[in-house]
Nanobody, 118 residues
Framework: QLQLVESGGGLVQAGGSLRLSCVASGRTFSTYAMAWFRQAPGKERQFVARITWSGNTYYTDSVKGRFTISRDNAKNTVYLQMNSLKPEDTAVYYC????????????WGQGTQVTVSS
């Protein structure tokens, strides 16, 4: 099995920054994609950003230019650097993982709360 553990959430003022981390352990894949999703109260879970084992990245439009996803393959860790945070970024952020050949993300972390005050 594979486990994901997120950390780095917290309370920050608008315009501030946070860095989320997600560590994968257990049965990892040599080629993979890891992503961040978020879910605000009363809303559906939303894709935020994705990175592949080779370093290809993709972002949802609302975070482009403000968030950066990166990975450290040696540490099986993915990061989400979030700058210029806005109150609408408030949500529980989840890390997800899949084999590069899979369609859906099969593994999820427990989530970390990010709250941005105005």
């Amino acid at each position: 099995q594979l486990q994901l553990v997120e950390s780095g959430g917290g309370l920050v003022q608008a315009g501030g920054s946070l860095r989320l981390s997600c560590v994968a352990s257990g049965r990892t894949f040599s080629t993979y994609a890891m992503a961040w999703f978020r879910q605000a109260p009363g809303k559906e879970r939303q894709f935020v950003a994705r990175i592949t084992w080779s370093g290809n990245t993709y972002y949802t439009d609302s975070v482009k230019g403000r968030f950066t996803i990166s990975r450290d393959n040696a540490k099986n860790t993915v990061y989400l650097q979030m700058n210029s945070l806005k109150p609408e970024d408030t949500a529980v952020y989840y890390c997800a993982y899949r084999d590069s050949s899979a369609v859906q993300y099969d593994y999820w972390g427990q989530g970390t709360q990010v709250t941005v005050s105005s």
